[in-house]
């Protein structure tokens, strides 16, 4: 349990935390999407082109309903007669970022946890919009939800389609699949039994499959570095999401299953807490892949496990991990393997002064990418490991207008996220802290 366990804790102290909701909760936005035929330019900032690190100074994006139509220096573009004008002088344009390890409905250990003992579905999806809507003012327009109950997650993501509900665009995994005695709860045996509960998932909505192919290192039974699901099980599984045009992805702790799952042709892993040389060089080779929640495991996070009385066996685990597990981030980033920036807690969640997405994305650059590898890790690194990229992902003519404004070049200094005060998702304002459209949200 240690990997679930270890982001629950934190985030439940976010959900906990007033400041978090003063900034966030105040105000729901009205809508999530532009009307058809409706007009806005972004007038006078510089826009961050993401592919090439390029940035155009005094630039016009035109979004007609919810996509962009154009994009270029002011020289060249004009905002249409009849737009709605957003002076964004001096400031910086971004692609809404995502966020790529997520559970809005997390119920933690802990006095808080405690009290959503008896959540049924209908309260759990409730907070789940609630915590999809923080995310999404924190700028978060897109997120993969990473083991769900219930069918919780298909509903909310419909709700949101429809604009009954306020949050992030949502791709979802639907609920863990594991083999009994796995790390989760909805446990299977044998290749068929996978088969059916991936189609089972695909079928109300899936568009990733998440297994648990190895042991937690807090689990009572089993060995971590154990590999418990058959070549069968895996195979077939993995085949039968392929089939049906779905990605898999594992929570997984050991080099041996992982090695196994790569030979099936698996996509991407979780954490990576302890993947080895030749696992890394793999995904590389092979292009699967690592999302890496690093938040979770450095010294940012044990304020909260400390806040809410984690034991100090616990807070001495999450240093040891936390050694590994940056190991591993900086071996990855060395080799080339595909990042998508995950946190594994709340998107919003506060992390040493920012969010967790924001932090996540700082220690991709500690760790040894530039700032713009890890501006494209939290934005177009994502859209193409969910095949979204024609939509998402980038400030380009065609894709939905998704977009965060910040006050410095995050090129140059990713920390420059920590001032995002604006987002748009589908052309629609949905926070602007400083009243750039003329009315503060
Ligand atoms: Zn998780």
Redesign the pocket.
Known sequence: MY??RL??FASLMAAASAAALAVFGAQAASAQAQPDGEVTALVGGSVVSVEDGRIIPDAVVVIEGQRIVRVGPRSEVQPPVGARIISTEGRWLAPGLMNM???FGLKLPGAAGAELQNETDAQQVLRMAHNAERSLRAGVTSVRL??ELHGNDFALKRAIQRGEAVGPRIETAGELIVPTGGHGFHEVDGPYAFARAAREQIKQGASWIKIAISGGISDTHGDIAAAPMTDEELSVLIDVAHRNDVRVTA?NGSPQAAMQALEYGIDAF??GYHLTEPVLRRMAKDEAWLIP?IVVSQPGARAFYQRIGSPDWYLARVDSVGKDHWAVLQQAIRLGVPIAL?T?QFPFEDNEGTTATVREAELYVDAGMTPLQALQAATIQPARMMRRDTDIGSITVGKYADIVILDGDPTKDIGALRSLSFVMKGGAVVRDDHGLSGQAR
Request: glycine residues 6%; without cysteine; aromatic residues 0%.
């Open positions: 990997s679930l982001p629950r390890h997520v559970h990473t083991s929570h979780e954490h929640t995950g594994d």
